[in-house]
């Protein structure tokens, strides 16, 4: 069954430096990733997704990942940070179920903290 | 566009009281679902309607009820609270779902339900 581990539940970063969130997969097939970002108390938005077309996938806000299939990796990120950036980021994987359709599971979630 | 609207924002309740989410979106898609969201675990699924008239079990579905009401509308019901489904609640939808693909998920802002 597909899975995303994300290592580390806290990343803590000084303002305008580079910021590197983890994202591991384990999938029988050729997945399908997500990373989504929550801001306090709002729910989740679309940073980006990865569907095949190209392993170094652009998103939002300036982020970036890039899908490693020899590392099974999904790591997002980005050159500068900013004090905006603070939130809580979310790997996750679209997952075939039993019914026929695909629904996302999702990792358990990085705090990145930026300070000034 | 409001997106998808959950109601109510927050909810306390007593052990073996009932209550309903409520979630609509206004972007005419196909497939609704509902997440919880814990401390240190993510989100989880709870349950997903892939089309109108179809709801199926996640990842936790035990102490829940959904019904889909209309293509706009997913509601979800919880039949006599517990103290374990203290939790933030999302409600999210997609175009429609993949039997294997990229679903992308628009999230509303989130129900904050204690049970005392």
């Known amino acids: 069954a597909q899975s995303v581990t994300q290592l580390g539940s806290h990343v803590s970063v000084s303002e305008g430096a580079l910021v590197l969130l983890r994202c591991n997969y384990s999938?029988?097939?050729?997945?399908?990733l997500f990373w989504y970002v929550q801001y306090p108390n709002q729910g989740l938005q679309l940073l980006l997704k990865y569907t095949s077309a190209a392993t170094l996938v652009k998103g939002i806000n300036g982020f970036e990942a890039e899908f490693k299939k020899s590392e099974t990796s999904f790591h997002l990120t980005k050159p500068s940070a900013h004090m905006s950036d603070a939130a809580e980021y979310f790997c996750?994987?679209?997952?075939?179920?039993?019914?026929?359709?695909?629904?996302?599971?999702f990792g358990k979630g990085t705090m990145l903290l930026v300070s000034p | 566009n409001a997106g998808v609207t959950q109601t109510p924002k927050f909810q306390v309740l007593k052990t073996g009281q009932s209550m309903t989410l409520q979630c609509a979106q206004d972007m005419n898609h196909n497939s609704m679902y509902w997440y919880r969201q814990d401390p240190g675990m993510g989100l989880r699924l709870i349950y997903y309607s892939a089309s109108e008239g179809t709801t199926d079990k996640g990842e936790v579905p035990n102490g829940y009820n959904v019904s889909r009401l209309n293509k706009r509308e997913f509601s979800l019901r919880l039949e006599s609270a517990a103290p374990s489904q203290t939790s933030v609640y999302f409600c999210?939808?997609?175009?429609?779902?993949?039997?294997?693909?990229?679903?992308?998920?628009?999230f509303g802002a989130g129900s904050r339900l204690t049970v005392l």
């Open positions: 996750a994987v679209s997952v075939g179920q039993a019914s026929g359709y695909s629904t996302l599971t």
């Open positions: 999210a939808s997609s175009e429609i779902a993949f039997t294997y693909g990229a679903n992308v998920l628009t």
């Open positions: 999938s029988s097939v050729p997945p399908y």
